[in-house]
């Protein structure tokens, strides 16, 4: 693994770099009154977080020969839709937080009307951006895209997601391991399923393809996931340039606090060899997304 | 006019009624813990409203022969779209109102952070109306309407209009009438303007015919705000079955305000005018779109 780990590291930031230059463009400033609104989108779209989402769409559209144009605009739509989510649960209704990536959050930053309106609009721009012929020339295509891209954050996705987490503060009773599974598949394994989903149907992909790559992309997303809470019960604040510890202090339900350290490692294991052997039909040209599921449980922040 | 207002209210309250129940449809409620987020979007998608983005895009598609079905789902996609914007600009944090159509506003029924997620998953789940394809069988069709709607209702539309909103409540000088026509273009007559447009598109009309009917809906939009503002100066909130007055004791500039009840009144007549005469090219099937623009001068709440 050490010999694949700096590319992978150099490829992530690269990705990470080009999807920067590409949101620069897909969000220009607008002049008068109203700018302020489009200082707050690029303000939480742009400069930071891991880019996962978008990795995985440029990835996942490799596999097919996609022209980079159309995969870096789709990229950018997923990393929007991202974006806004984070604005939207960061509220003081919501999660109330006032830091994000080690900066003030939007509505801190700016103010609440300001952060949901920013929201709103990144929400509403990822799909002006997949719809826009630019983004491929076949309608089908891009129709295709705004189909799997709406339901997979929607009420059904994301959104419900977001919903049971909410219910779930609420509850008297903890969550059990499926409660927890059904949670964290609808608030963030959905549109990371979609985002690998979505590079395959810029390349048109057949269904086989697309469901290896989706159940990919599910497994790492579990692993991730795991990973995240392990780091959070296990690593310094420092070590991670955020607060740790902070959901066993918040009673929230996670499979690390079900299971254990032990048994929470073992899954994560399991799910990344999993989610590689979906790949099995896929040539050199997918270990860039192998690497990165083995990323999931051996990074350190 | 006295002939023509008896059918026209008819047609108005069929169209809403047929609305409503293609909304049930669409809007089916979930099982489990995120039943709450279903209810909420229905709370709000539902039960009210003159629908006249419905009922713009359902006259425009009678145009063009387009099935009934078709029409419906993007009459619905718009009201979905205008029911979030209403559930967001409630909210605290924006105009923070308890009520609307006569019952509490949805953070008032519900919670902030459920509405913040309800609004959000009505706007996401009217792009997944448009994108199926029960919406039309061509798909440069089904993506044509996510690129019109969704430009129209974000940042440069809709949204940057809610932001023009609030910098203005904001800023030391009253707006003078460009910069008051610019709010209220953005604010609202963009989803007005791509309603009419939606349901030409529905029908493959030519780009001659898309912009008569654009245009149509500009000035009746236009003419509908004017209207609202006399109403609000002059009507009792009884009457209204709303609070009246409410723009003026808040310091909202409306053209009203700014030219006075006469010369606001002449404008909106010639506004309706302007409208009727871009369907000059349109035959008796256009009849219900001609009246709903006197409507909107003739109403009294």
New interface residues.
């Given amino acids: 693994m050490n010999v694949v780990m700096p590319s992978l590291s150099q490829a992530l930031s690269d990705a990470a770099a080009e999807v920067e230059q590409a949101l620069d463009a897909l969000l220009p400033m607008?002049e008068?009154?109203?700018a302020?609104?489009?200082e707050s989108?690029r303000y939480s779209a742009m400069g930071g977080g891991k880019r996962m989402r978008a990795f995985l769409v440029l990835e996942a559209a490799r596999q097919f020969n996609v022209s980079r144009t159309s995969a870096l605009r789709v990229a950018c739509a997923m990393e929007m839709i991202h974006a806004?989510s984070l604005v939207?649960d960061d509220?003081p209704?919501?999660d109330n937080d006032d830091l994000r990536r080690g900066k003030p959050t939007n509505h801190k930053a700016f103010?609440?009307?300001?952060a949901?309106?920013a929201?709103?609009?990144l929400?509403?721009?990822a799909?002006?951006v997949?719809?826009?012929e630019d983004t491929h020339p076949d309608?089908?295509v891009?129709?295709?895209l705004?189909?799997i891209i709406?339901?997979a954050?929607?009420?059904?996705g994301m959104?419900?997601g977001?919903?049971?987490d909410?219910?779930?503060e609420q509850a008297t009773a903890p969550l059990d391991e499926a409660a927890i599974g059904r949670l964290q598949t609808?608030k963030t394994g959905k549109l990371i399923e979609v985002s690998a989903d979505a590079g395959a149907v810029l390349g048109k992909a057949g269904l086989a393809q697309r469901h290896a790559l989706v159940s990919y992309a599910r497994d790492l997303g579990a692993a991730f996931q795991i990973a995240d809470d392990i780091l959070d019960a296990t690593v310094s604040a420092e070590e991670m340039g955020k607060a740790t510890g902070k959901d066993a202090g918040a009673g929230k339900a996670t499979l690390v606090g079900l299971l254990g350290l032990e048994r929470a490692r073992l899954q994560a294991e399991r799910l990344v060899a999993q989610a590689k052997a979906h790949l099995d039909g896929f040539g050199d040209r997918a270990d860039m997304l192998r690497a990165l599921a083995d990323y999931t449980i051996a990074r350190r922040h």
Same sequence: chains 1, 2.
């Fill in positions: 607008a008068g009154d109203e302020r609104l489009f989108m806004y939207h509220l209704a919501m103010d609440e009307a300001t949901i309106l929201g709103d609009s929400q509403c721009h799909f002006t997949l719809a826009e309608p089908a891009r129709i295709e705004v189909r709406s339901r954050s929607g009420p059904r959104c419900g977001q919903m049971l909410m219910m779930a609808l």
